[in-house]
């Protein structure tokens, strides 16, 4: 009877700790709830807004863009280098190294209230002084002087070096160019114009030039270097030597006067005229060298030896073809041999 009483009250304290568990699940758990349109307090974001499709700033697509996005792409394409082609060589600089200002903020602001499809134009501006310095840096680097012919003398005959043309970078034009890619925003290479600097003396232009021997007195007439034609001279006597180097011709007289040097050999002497005995014939071409010429003689018989007081004596009608044929300048080399 007491074991009965016993297993009636473990079954009774059972039941209410089985209650007790099942009514705090109960509690702690939410009924189920049927979906329904919600809005979300608190801070909101707003879409920030969208230039229309198909507008273009300077070139630059930005429809579709937030105004942050059309001012960088703006800001790319205006900020890419411009390049300069001088034959071989592609020369790169950037926008920002001569002046560059772009008003991007306020040209985006207008693309935002254009209709699709609109193309809007945008300038920016430059520094005139950073763009003429960086083309007068290019012209100092690239400009060549042109290089003259010169008339040398090699184995006793006239050689011409070659004539080399110049070039020299037209400035004002290459800033206009680099001024108009920077400004637009273009960007095609822009071929430096150059200029051509012609040579004033070429193998063509160097003209008549005499060699006289003094040993072998011979004096050869040449076109550059090409000989036209030798003839035979007298020279100066060992006393009075006919000079050695480069002279040119200063002076051309026709039927000239002859009046004595101040030289012993001439004291006592009168001037003499124009005329059959003169001692200079009827050609006188004096040369740089003082008191030194070529002429003709009416002393043949002197011809092909070493008999004059210094000048260069030739047959009147020789010294008359000759004279016709040389320039106030012609150069005259006058050697040993």
Not at 118 to 130: E, H, M, P, Q
Request: glycine share 8%; aromatic share 6%.
């Amino acid at each position: 009877m007491l074991k009965r009483a016993a297993l009636v009250l473990l079954l009774l304290v059972a039941c209410a700790a089985s209650g007790t568990l099942a009514a705090s699940v109960l509690a702690d758990t939410s009924p189920p709830t049927t979906p329904t349109d919600t809005t979300t307090t608190g801070t909101t974001t707003t879409p920030a807004a969208a230039i229309a499709p198909g507008v273009t700033l300077g070139g630059v697509a930005v429809g579709g863009l937030t105004a942050e996005a059309a001012a960088a792409a703006v800001q790319d394409a205006f900020g890419r280098p411009v390049l300069l082609r001088l034959g071989d060589t592609t020369i790169s600089i950037a926008p920002d190294l001569l002046g560059l200002a772009l008003p991007a903020e306020s040209a985006v602001a207008k693309a935002l209230s254009a209709a699709p499809d609109t193309s809007l134009t945008l300038r920016a501006t430059v520094s005139r002084k950073l763009v003429n310095a960086f083309v007068a840096r290019v012209a100092r680097r690239f400009d060549r002087a042109a290089v003259d012919s010169r008339l040398l003398l090699r184995g006793y005959k006239p050689f011409v070096t070659k004539s080399v043309a110049g070039r020299h970078v037209v400035r004002a034009a290459t800033a206009r160019q680099l001024t108009t890619q920077l400004v637009h925003g273009t960007r095609a290479p822009i071929v430096v114009p150059v200029g051509v600097l012609k040579p004033k003396t070429t193998p063509r232009t160097i003209g008549p030039v005499i060699v006289i021997r003094r040993r072998s007195n011979l004096l050869t007439l040449y076109n550059g270097m090409r000989m036209v034609r030798q003839f035979a001279v007298a020279t100066g006597q060992t006393v009075y030597p006919t000079p050695l180097g480069r002279f040119q011709i200063v002076v051309k007289w026709k039927n000239p006067w002859w009046y004595p040097p101040a030289s012993p050999w001439a004291a006592g002497e009168k001037p003499v005229p124009p005329g059959p005995g003169n001692p200079l014939g009827t050609r006188w071409m004096g040369l740089s060298a003082p008191g030194v010429g070529i002429h003709g003689t009416p002393e043949d018989g002197s011809i092909g030896y070493s008999l004059s007081h210094g000048c260069i004596r030739m047959h009147i009608p020789e010294a008359e073809w000759l004279f016709n044929h040389v320039n106030i300048g012609t150069p005259v080399f006058i050697v040993s041999r």
